[in-house]
């Protein structure tokens, strides 16, 4: 083939690469491993635009540099194919989700090889298939087959709890468990009839069911999570969404929260991702303070950092949702206190947790005691505080924080100041030395650090609280009222109170697998759609769990699966596991960082917690590509035109009318020129086919912006139509040009030309542009030589340190030199394609048979080692400055000493015409920089 045609080139590499399983890898290779993965795909019908692949080009490039490096690769590919799309998709059609799912998937699959990703289909998984799900039921069931000691700090199997019930109860036993747990002991515990034992071991193990506030969305029918909700609005369909409490699932995620800090020191992270999961993970060192209520048998617990100011605390406010709530708010304040919670059930978790401006709340009625001087203390409700963090309840000091400061004077409450104001110092930097207490009981004239450590002491010797680290993150609600999702393998009996247990179902039954149903609605009396399915019930006859598992459920270990995915009796075997250890590279956005990442870590310290796996951390280094804009362009329509014949005018003439800004399809625009006949005939809805434009210079030219690629804004570009362009390899090449990985970048489609007349041009090294073969196995030129070596080091320079954007600069002016230089030497090509291959692999594997390599991929070539003679130019141009103004440039060989540079340059004809004459009263040579003479 003497022309390059990209469609043929790349149809029929892929097709080679397909047939002969090229990046097919095995886990018995005697080579170093390393593996590359890309965040679960969710295979949505609109298919990929070219935003989607950035990080699959990137994380492409590194494993195709991997193998030839050495390594042994394993780059899969898999879809996280549960979720509500697919179930909307099927309420609205009736049509099974697995079918939209399977043909979403079809169509993700044309794209990804059509982009001539390096993955290894053979180990594809799909999070839907029964055949995967079996695992991730498993891996419930040993989550609920477990406990977290706190004593070895690590997950254990629930027997051994048991065996330690039985020889001292719970008096000596360290574990994370639920805060109504009662106290026995072994003479209890052995007394207890085995129903009894059972319900007691419900509170310890690592997921439960519990009565949870939730994100409630009836329009979906489902819970949803806060990555799913948008100012109170479910972010697919924009339904409302309030808070509701519901008998859910949970995870103790909470118990893994130390290590999951802990880890973050040792993986190759960005700071703000880390920074992101610190913050979320929330720890703090305080105390909890018991205040006792007025009138009441119960107390309400407060966690604390500051127990130092509890002198200065004026008022309480409680979680809307505190289970106390109704019990203490007295019949005056009942109206208001249900409507502010009637108010509160239509703001997300994350919309409460964000608002610090707006001061709402309510008065109970009920008050309680300070524990340090007896001041009576009123309760309020607000929906600042959040039920599931912390206690769900905080004392207010409205003296020492600008929240409480704002809620004391917007309800009229007292300010109690307790700091001597000559004292204590303006600024926070040393808080803890120069700020002394007045009016506060035993704590006057003591510092920050001396109060609290002397109220810690008194609150634990007289049984008022502890001291205390209080972690912000919570259990995870681990169900979803909805149909398409993993079915939990649980079913209920009822117990000798008529209490419905959770019980597992026997492991030889699963996968349990997801049951056909007459329609993916909520059953008329409000149970999940599972509720609808007939006779599917436990062999017992009892009932199984109508809930299903949530979306990141089968996403928290499916690495895993990859390493072994057809194994029938282990999610993974230990050969594999053992040989794969963990994921090399992980590419993936950070909207993921306390979601995804966050569940992925926990479930991963708790497989290796039980043996099953070997690393701690999953993801040894993570890069998180940026986004890929898009730019929009606009038509401005004439505002009051005859609505039966509209006027567009084009955006250089538009400031000279009052006009309305619309949105244009931005694949029928080029160099921002309109296409009037593709745009009369795509945009009936503004009577284009009947509109009169208003041109410069016979075009209409369209406004530009720069905004996030959506289909409402019509600047969805289709990798497909780029591809059937220009090519696959010119795509892969331009993404990576864009600019660094990790950040944002604005798609334009005019900019690629001049990527694809790069790829032309490396064609041209090998044939004329009348076809004639030009490669000559002649030895090349020193000169090409050094372009040549100084271009491989260049680039395993950037593509070790993820730079890839400039490394396509490096091959842009390699070619150029080759070219200027008329370099067509085979030796030396060869090594060049080598080099590209990673980055356009259709063109290079094609210009690899040419050379003579066939059969064979350039995929599996080493990959080039440049020479120190050749990367260190043996002569410096020396940009000559006279009084800071460079005159000339000098050629001096590296070796030339500071002296000899001196006097020859002050020796130049040039230098002196400049001088005038005048004496040099210094002369700075920086050597292979620059030479200054200063006269």
């Known amino acids: 083939m003497s022309e390059y045609s990209h469609k043929e080139i790349e149809k029929k590499w892929q097709q080679y690469w397909d047939q002969n399983q090229v990046f097919r890898v095995n886990n018995d290779s005697d080579r170093p491993k390393y593996y590359v993965l890309d965040m679960f795909p969710y295979p949505s019908g609109a298919g990929l ?47 099974h989700p697995a079918v939209t799912t399977r043909d979403n998937i079809a169509r993700y699959i044309e794209q990804l090889k059509n982009l001539g990703f390096s993955y290894d289909w053979s180990r594809e ?106 100012d109170g609005l479910s972010e697919r369909g924009g339904f409302p969404v309030e808070q509701k409490q519901m008998r859910q699932w949970m995870m103790r995620i909470s118990s893994y929260a130390q290590r999951l800090l802990d880890g973050l020191d040792t993986v190759d992270w960005s700071e703000s991702l880390k920074e992101q999961q610190r913050n979320w993970i929330g720890r703090s060192v305080g105390a909890l303070v018991k205040f006792q209520l007025e009138g009441h048998e119960e107390k309400i617990e407060v966690f604390t950092t500051r127990v130092d100011t509890i002198y200065g605390v004026s008022f309480m406010v409680i979680a809307p949702e505190h289970e106390l709530v109704s019990k203490i708010t007295t019949s005056e304040q009942q109206a208001e206190i249900s409507a502010y919670i009637e108010m509160t059930k239509k703001r997300s978790e994350r919309d409460r947790m964000s608002d610090v401006k707006t001061v709402s709340g309510a008065f109970t009625g009920a008050y309680v005691i300070n524990p340090f001087n007896g001041t009576q203390i009123p309760v309020y409700i607000a929906d600042y505080v959040l039920a599931g963090y912390g206690t769900g309840a905080v004392m207010a000091v409205p003296s020492g924080d600008q929240r409480d400061w704002n809620f004391a004077k917007h309800f009229d409450l007292p300010i109690i100041p307790i700091l001597d104001a000559q004292k204590n110092i303006e600024k926070e930097a040393d808080n803890t030395k120069e700020g002394r207490y007045i009016n506060s009981g035993m704590i006057d004239g003591l510092t920050f650090a001396e109060a609290n450590e002397k109220l810690i002491a008194y609150l634990e010797e007289n049984n008022m609280g502890k001291g205390k680290i209080n972690y912000r993150i919570r259990d995870a609600v681990f169900g979803r009222q909805r149909y398409w999702g993993e079915p939990v393998p649980v079913y209920y009996k009822n117990d000798s109170q008529g209490q419905a247990l959770p019980y597992l179902i026997d492991e030889d039954s699963l996968p349990l697998n997801l049951p056909s149903v007459d329609k993916y609605l909520p059953t008329e009396s409000g149970e999940p759609p599972l509720g609808r399915a007939q006779d599917w019930a436990h062999e017992s006859g009892s009932p199984y769990e109508l809930s299903t598992m949530p979306g990141w459920a089968g996403s928290s270990w499916y690495w895993y699966r990859y390493m072994d995915p057809k194994n029938e009796d282990a999610f993974a075997s230990k050969e594999a596991i053992g040989y794969w250890k963990a994921v090399d590279l992980y590419i993936g956005g950070t909207e993921h960082a306390t979601g995804h990442l966050l569940y992925s870590r926990f479930w991963n310290k708790f497989l290796k917690d039980r043996g099953y796996v070997l690393e701690e951390e999953p993801f040894k280094k993570l890069i998180n590509q940026g986004m890929i804009q898009g730019r929009s362009n606009f038509v401005y329509r004439i505002k009051n035109a005859d609505q039966t014949k509209p006027v567009f005018v084009s955006a250089g003439l538009k400031d000279q009318y009052e006009v309305t800004a619309l949105h244009v399809d931005v694949n029928i625009v080029e160099n921002e020129i309109l296409d009037l006949e593709r745009f009369k005939a795509s945009r009936r809805d503004l009577f284009a086919d009947n509109a009169d434009f208003i041109l410069e210079e016979g075009k209409y030219i369209c406004g530009v912006e720069v905004e996030k690629m959506s289909k409402s804004k019509f600047n969805v570009v289709n990798p497909d139509d780029i591809v059937t362009r220009y090519g696959a390899d010119t795509l892969r090449l331009y993404e990576m040009f864009l600019g660094p990985l990790e950040q944002a970048k604005p798609w334009n489609t005019n900019g690629i030309d001049g990527t694809y007349r790069f790829i032309k041009k490396l064609w041209r090294l090998f044939y004329s542009e009348h076809g004639k073969y030009l490669v000559v196995d002649e030895p090349a030129s020193e000169a090409a030589l050094k372009v040549l070596h100084k271009t491989i080091k260049k680039v395993e320079t950037d593509i070790e340190n993820f730079s890839f954007n400039t490394a396509v600069s490096a091959f842009m002016m390699c070619v150029n030199e080759l070219g200027s230089l008329k370099c067509h030497n085979k030796d030396l090509l060869e090594q060049l394609v080598i080099l590209i291959s990673s980055y356009a692999p259709h063109i290079a594997e094609e210009l690899w048979v040419i050379l003579g390599h066939e059969p064979g991929s350039v995929s599996q070539a080493q990959f080039p080692v440049w020479e120190q003679k050749y990367v260190v130019d043996a002569v410096f141009e020396y940009p000559v400055q006279i009084n800071g103004k460079v005159r000339i440039t000098m050629p001096f060989a590296l070796e030339t000493s500071v002296a000899d540079i001196q006097s020859e340059v002050l020796a130049n004809e040039t230098v002196q015409k400049w001088m005038e004459g005048k004496p040099a009263k210094k002369i700075i040579v920086v050597p292979k920089r620059i030479v200054n003479v200063v006269i």
């Open 49 to 95: 635009h070219v935003g989607h692949p950035l990080g699959y080009i990137a994380s492409d490039i590194y494993a195709r540099y991997k193998r030839q490096k050495g390594f042994n690769v394993l780059h899969p590919m898999g879809f996280d194919s549960f979720g509500l799309p697919a179930e909307q998709y099927a309420i609205q059609t009736g049509q």
């Open 125 to 230: 998984v799909r999070t839907s298939e029964p055949s995967y799900y079996r695992w991730t039921q498993w891996i419930f069931m040993e989550l609920f087959n477990s406990w977290y000691n706190l004593a070895e700090d690590r997950a254990e199997e629930i027997t051994s709890l048991i065996s330690a019930f039985e020889k001292n109860g719970n008096l000596t036993v360290q574990a994370v468990c639920d805060e109504d747990t009662p106290s026995f002991d072994a003479a209890t515990w052995s007394g207890w009839d085995e129903e009894t034992k059972y319900r007691i071991t419900l509170k310890y193990r690592l997921t439960y069911v519990a009565d949870a506030t939730v994100n409630w969305c009836a329009g979906l029918g489902s819970v949803l999570s806060n990555d799913e909700v948008k």
